[in-house]
């Protein structure tokens, strides 16, 4: 076990930071023996997000086993963690990341789980669903974010229609959000009821992150 790892259990270890050629700045740390990706201000894989999609997950798994999915907003692929370790059943994927520096630090870091059934895509979100076959995956994972934003497009409805186009039957969407600014669950709930027949929310009790689950 390396010193950095042991210390950390006391107080967390920078093992790279930098800021990506997009300008997202971020550390690649050791908080409490576990490599951890995180933006200036949110922890983008393996802290709190982590268990935030491990919830989500266990909500999804509750209605549905999912065989293909989309992950929009990769970071260091925690979801892809997450799914390895839940689905016992054969599962593809395609993961979306913009940053092709995060890309790096995923494959350098954090590339623990097997990937050799799907792909992951360096591209931007609000483009890679207009380039993906339409009613292809049973579960598409929303978590994109700048720093602890989410973009205005993706709170657009012509958004999520896509994303809904890209659902095969009976699929479900699902969306992360936090309370930061910038960020109207009300109007956010709006543009939902416009696109999706159903959907419903649920709050992680310790890190407050609302998920949205969404379905036609």
Known sequence: ??????????????????TTE?????????????????????NYSFGSLHQIMLKGIDEVLKKKKPSRILV???GAGSILSIMQKKFKWPYTFTAVEIDADIVRLKLMYFNEENTDNGEILCL??????????????????DDVFWDNS?????????????????????????RNTMDTEG???????????????????????VF????????D
Do not use: T
């Open 1 to 18: 076990m390396s010193s950095k790892k042991i210390i950390s259990y006391v107080y967390p270890q920078v093992i790279e930071e930098g």
């Open 22 to 42: 997009l300008g997202q700045k971020y550390e690649v740390n050791y908080e409490n023996g576990i490599k951890v990706l995180n933006s200036e201000n949110a």
């Open 72 to 74: 929009l907003g990769l």
């Open 124 to 141: 931007d979100a609000n483009k890679a669903i207009y380039q993906l076959k339409e009613h292809s995956y049973d579960l598409i994972v």
């Open 150 to 174: 989410i973009p205005d497009f993706c709170k657009e409805e012509d958004y999520l229609r896509r994303n809904k186009v890209l659902l095969a039957e009976g699929g479900i969407y699902m």
């Open 183 to 205: 960020m109207n669950h009300k109007e956010y709930e709006k543009q939902l009821s416009k696109v999706f027949s159903s959907f419903y929310s649920s709050k992680h009790p």
């Open 208 to 215: 407050k992150n609302k998920i949205y689950f969404c379905q």
